[in-house]
């Protein structure tokens, strides 16, 4: 090999040498400024009201792994939808019985590219309480499917920042649902922290409201036989005192006093006094001009 060639083809070793050495950089630079190092947090609900279940204990049973979907990448959410799950039940459900069990099954729990703009969501779970005899006696079911737009200003389709935020509004459709499914299906088995029952509780105070309002209604002390004494001696009214009360006779409504037999004559003077409005007026409030 000449001098000339040998130093040709070190003059274009060293060319593309420094080419490769300039552009690493900028490459490994733009890599570096599409990957999301963005901290999530992990998605829990201990926020919302917790269900209180009169069972021994609850399970989970995780089945979303067993079929793969097509265009699936539920794997890279910060918080797939099948974890989102699991800390759901952990938070939200509480065993408060010493007898039976709660299993809480996530049949499906994926996302699916739908198109360049789109993700699809998915979620199928059911929840079924068994006996201390290991028999079914209830059970709901919940469903929830939707096609979630990206936001681009998130990143692409597939960003983290996308797919944390449709796993997070695809859970709280969940959450919503499983909650009218357990209180509208389950009631016989929800109670308080304590374990009570709650529709006992509110049977109990039907029946207290009940019996208070009884109680008040028919009053079952016996009858007051004392005969009351009249607060004056005065005699009992005539005939002729009734009439100056009601000038047009005694209405029919009204029982008219027994009569009273008097032996003295009818005064002749008889309406030549002023008449009251409640009757005659007595003798001493007469002036003498009459």
Request: neutral net charge.
């Amino acid at each position: 090999m000449s001098f000339e060639l040998r130093k040709s083809l070190s003059y274009r070793f060293k060319f593309y040498l420094s080419a490769f050495l300039w552009i690493s950089p900028v490459v490994i630079l733009s890599a570096c400024a599409h990957k999301d190092t963005t901290q999530y947090a992990p998605l829990t609900y201990d926020y919302l009201t917790p269900i209180f279940l009169n069972v021994g204990q609850i399970s989970i049973q995780d089945h979303s792994n067993a079929n793969q979907y097509p265009r699936d990448i539920s794997n890279l959410s910060p918080t797939p939808p099948a974890m989102a799950l699991n800390n759901m039940v952990n938070n939200r459900l509480k065993a408060r019985g010493t007898s039976g069990k709660a299993i809480f099954t996530i049949s499906r729990a994926s996302l699916q590219e739908n198109n360049d703009d789109a993700v699809y969501g998915q979620i199928d779970i059911s929840l079924d309480i068994y006996n201390n005899n290991n028999r079914k006696v209830g059970s709901i079911q919940v469903s929830t499917n939707h096609t979630y737009q990206t936001d681009h200003n998130k990143g692409d389709l597939d960003s983290r920042a996308n797919l944390y935020d449709i796993t997070q509004k695809m859970m709280q459709d969940v959450n919503v649902e499983l909650e009218y499914q357990i209180r509208n299906h389950l009631e016989p088995w929800i109670v308080d922290a304590t374990g009570t029952p709650i529709s006992d509780s509110i049977k109990t105070q039907d029946l207290n409201d009940k019996a208070s309002s009884t109680a008040v209604k028919h009053d079952m002390s016996p009858p007051d036989h004392r005969i009351i004494a009249p607060a004056t001696n005065k005699p009992p009214a005539s005939n002729a005192d009734l009439n100056a009360v009601f000038p047009d006779g005694i209405p029919n409504n009204e029982s008219a006093a027994p009569p009273v037999h008097d032996t003295q004559p009818v005064s002749s003077t008889k309406g030549k006094y002023p008449v009251g409005v409640l009757g005659t007026l007595p003798q001493s409030a007469i002036s003498k001009k009459y």
